[in-house]
Each structure stands twice: as C-alpha cells, then as structure tokens.
C-alpha cells in the first residue's frame, strides 16, 4: 500500500509495454484553437484561465491570412488563431464547428521520421514535411489527419531557440494576470461518431503505436437517461494520453451525441490540464468567472470515506473543502484523483476543460462518471438537448 501519495507528473519511463513507440512522442508541443475572434479569445483565457502571453503572428509580422496568439502556462501552450479574410480555410472549419481545437501537436525528435513511419501504417497526410527558420533556428513540421478535421502536427524543435516558431515574435503585453496553477495537459478527449470508438483505437494502435489501457463501456458509463464506451489510449511513455468516447443507446440523447450535433463531426471533448494544488487553482478560477458543472448532491460526498477506503488516511484534503468547490473525488489501486469540469467555453455545447490533481491514481475518475453525466444532463436539460 502506498507510503505516501504526491501529485503525478508522468516521466520518461516506459510505463505500457505493450506499445511500440517508433516515433517516439515527447510530449505534447501545442494545442491550436480556430476561433471566431483571437484577439477576445486570448483575452478570455488570461483572465480567466490565468495564461500568460507568449507569442504573436498577424499582420504585424508580416502573416497576412491569420492571426495567432501564443498563450502559456505551466508546460501548456494554446494556441489561437483566427483568419483574417473570407478566403482563408480556417473560416470553414469555423462556419462548420464553431471555435474548438484544430491541431493536437506532438513534440519529436524526428518530424520527417514521424510522418513517414505514420503515413506508410496507413495515416492520412495533411502535410508533408517541411522547415521553417529564422535566426533562432529551424523547426520541422509534418501533419496527419486524425478523427473529423482534427489533425496531429509533428514538431521537431531541438534545433531552435526562438520564442516559438518562425514567423512569431515575442508578445510582450501590459495585461498580465496570475496563474492559476495550471502545469501541464494531462490527457485531451476526442468524441467520435456511433459505432466509430473502435476504428480510431485501431487507427492509435496501428498507426501512432498507442496501447489501449483502460475501457469503459456503457454498462460502467451511464445514467438513467445516457449512455456512453470510452477506450484510453497512451503512447509506450505515457506522457500522452487520448481518451476516445463513442455515445451509445439509451433513452435520452447523451452528452457525446449532444456534442456531434453541435460540432457537427467527431472533434476534441476536453482538455485535461494538471494542478498540484486544485483547491487553490479551482477557488482563482471561480473567482475569476470560470464556470463549473453544478455540484453532485450532499449523498455523494457523504459516500467519499467508503469509496476512498484506505486512501482516506494519505488524503490531505478536507472533504468540506472540496465540496465547497464542487471537486470530485476518486480513486484507484494506486491513489486518488481530485478533479473538476467546466461548462463549455463556447456557446454552442461543444468544448470544455477538466482540471486534475492526481495523487497516486492513474485512471479517468471512473467513479465520478456517473455523478459527472448526471450533472450534465441537467445542463442539457436546460439547454433543451436531453
Ligand atoms: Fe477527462
């Protein structure tokens, strides 16, 4: 049993044998939002989220077809960008989904290895390799297609020691708000179409040497009205981590159908982003206009001391305290998790973020699946899509 528990930040170890890491992924690099309006967007996650300003193209530097903004925190790095005519391609996949994550980039040693080794077991190009420079150095890219228009960018940047990329300058703002605690992405959930969960386990498993490590099916995830099968897959170092959910029959519309109605295809569900002190991250959040799912009924955290068992005694946090924030709480062979969901951040009912604090346990809050859909089913509910 464990002697202590600390918060988990994932290693270099080779933690899932079963995967073959030809690539091998480093980390992630970059997460890249299309959004309707950067320049609010940006404004939104460093007031809200607590981001700090990284990095700029527009026209300024000399990028005439879109506008980006680089935000960071902790190891995190968004990225925001926004066309800036009406023949720009951005503009349809905006029309099309709204604003949400186009590009999941993954960090390599070798990009042009990485979109060879992927392309030949069958992945779909979305671009060939190529560099760009500056001063600082080159960076080579190379991108494939994952589910719906959502895309992996393979970044090889040990060659360069700009601010970025090529073609960004340093944004320096006068508007710097704290952080909120946030260090790094834990994992990023994908929402795929009826009957379609399997073809992308498939595809992580042959095409990017994924291991499926944990499944969920309906009969684990759902309520009385929804229902829902996720399969987690990781790269063999485990520092990246995709949750793949499908929506499955029940009486009601589930939460993931919800979403392919509104995105309109298959597309990243939530950012899962770590904090080594939740209560401290989730009270700035709040205090800065973050809104979370409502809270679970007194009954669930009542039912924590049993659902924790000997957990209970290595836990540091008061259960007040946490209630008093609306955290959940799980746990696994090997520690609990704390963890919270936000409302989605954009109208249409698509994107949202979970904040973690893993204490030992490696799992998703398995627990929590049934209190969490129940939560959102009455946010459905009010939205009329139940
Ligand atoms: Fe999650």
Redesign the pocket.
Known sequence: MNKSLKSVDYGLEKIFDGAQDFLPLLGTDYVELYVGNAKQAAHFYKTAFGFQSLAYRGLETGSKDAVSYVLKQGKIRLVLTTPLNSKSSINDHLRKHGDGVKVIALCVDDARAAHAETTKRGAKSYFTPKESQDDHGVIITSGIYTYGETVHIFVERKNYKGVFFPGYELWESNYNPPSSGLKFI??I?GNVGWGEMNTWVKWYEEVMGFVNFLSFDDKQIHTEYSALMSKVMSNGNGRIKF?INEPAKAEKRSQIEEYLDFYEDSGVQ?L?VATDDIIATVKQLQENGVEFLPPPPQSYYDAIPGRLGAHMKFMKEDISALQELSILVDADEEGYLL?I?TKPIEDRPTLFF?I?QRMGAKG??AGNFKALFESIEREQANRGTL
């Open positions: 834990d994992h959930v949750p939530h899962a963890q969901f979970e973690i998703f809050g």
